[in-house]
């Protein structure tokens, strides 16, 4: 059960949610995950890069009354598909998609479903804030809650449009002890192919976060303190413009730059504009679409932790699995 109570003993009236989503609305979405294992002292022994596992397509295919009905396309990067359908009612918040879709136009503080029973699981807007996407800003609500299962504590964030109440974004973090006293971290990612990223170099620690604003979809990205570079991989529509405009703090990679796309060196004011102001360097890298890798690599990083390894795949999996089927099973209880 969710060790938070959001609503204990507050009485709420009946009132229908907001219907703010049409038949034929789409959206495309990645999925990813990122993972890390600490020493019990702190430090870093294994990390697994962001990394994209599949893309989604969300589409309303019907609204009745304040039902939503909604059909999603997976396409995973191993070359396997898979689609299917949901509803949810934005009224009460019964249904298959729960979260996908929410009452639109809420305030903060209003309920996301605002005719579900009165219980410790009915959950409320925290703000209302700002997203940049690659058309302009997005008004959007944000909830952020925490909860406990068997003494591990997960924490979710969840980013709506606020006109439409359809999902832009969400977060699950997670933290496990093991028994040699490393703690295993991981995070899954599902946002908006336009949305502006923001990474962490490393990935369980908030600190040096490097914003990357593009039109194309990124499949991964990855910090190498020992190269002294971060990495990012793009793709799009093969033949269209692409861009990506990188911000990086200058307290993580600095000195000299050089920028290189599927390994080969790329020219300053040809290929690229380089600039800093604020504490930032910021790189403006246009291409042409199909799939690149992109890399900045500096002449001095941020001072080095002992060894950097990649988590293995069967690691992050079974972290993985076990998280997701715990968060679904406890979270609405």
């Not at 809420?106 to 309920?111: D, F, I, P, T």
């Not at 380089?274 to 504490?279: N, P, R, Y």
Request: aromatic share 12%.
């Amino acid at each position: 059960m969710l060790s938070v109570s959001l609503f204990s003993g507050v009485e709420f009236a009946s009132a229908a949610g907001s219907i703010g989503v049409v038949v034929g609305q789409s959206a495309d979405y990645t999925y990813a995950v990122s993972g890390t294992i600490r020493n019990s002292d702190g430090t870093i022994n294994r990390t697994m890069p962001y990394s994209v596992a599949y893309l989604e397509k969300i589409t309303v295919v019907m609204v009745s009354g304040t039902n939503v009905t909604f059909q999603f396309e997976r396409d995973s990067l191993n070359g396997t598909t898979d689609s299917g359908t949901s509803w949810v009612d934005v009224s009460d918040g019964n249904g298959t998609g729960y979260f996908v879709v929410v009452s639109s136009n809420v305030n903060a503080g209003g309920l996301l479903y605002p005719d579900a029973q009165v219980s410790e699981n009915i959950i409320a807007v925290n703000e209302t804030v700002s997203l940049q996407s690659a058309d302009g800003p997005i008004t959007a609500n944000h909830l952020n809650y925490v909860y406990t299962v068997d003494n591990q504590t997960y924490s979710e964030d969840y980013y709506w449009e606020k006109s439409t109440g359809l999902m832009l974004k969400w977060t699950i973090s997670g933290s496990e002890a093991i028994e040699d006293g490393t703690l295993e971290t991981l995070t899954v990612h599902f946002q908006r192919i336009d949305l502006q990223h923001i990474f962490y170099p490393f990935i369980d620690n908030k600190e040096y976060a490097v914003t990357v604003d593009s039109n194309s979809t990124i499949l991964g990205f990855e910090f190498n303190q020992t190269e002294k570079n971060l990495s990012m991989n793009v793709t799009g529509l093969s033949g269209t413009a692409g861009y990506c405009d990188v911000l990086i703090p200058d307290g993580l990679l600095f000195g000299t730059f050089s920028l290189s796309m599927d390994g080969y060196d790329l020219v300053e004011g040809t290929d690229y504009s380089q600039t800093h102001e604020g504490g930032f360097y910021n790189f403006d890298i246009p291409y042409i679409h199909s799939t690149h890798t992109l890399t900045i690599a500096a002449s001095d990083a941020v001072p080095e932790f002992p060894a950097w390894l990649i988590l293995p795949l069967f690691m992050v999996a079974t972290l993985l699995t076990v998280m997701l089927y715990r968060k679904r099973l406890n979270k609405l209880e």
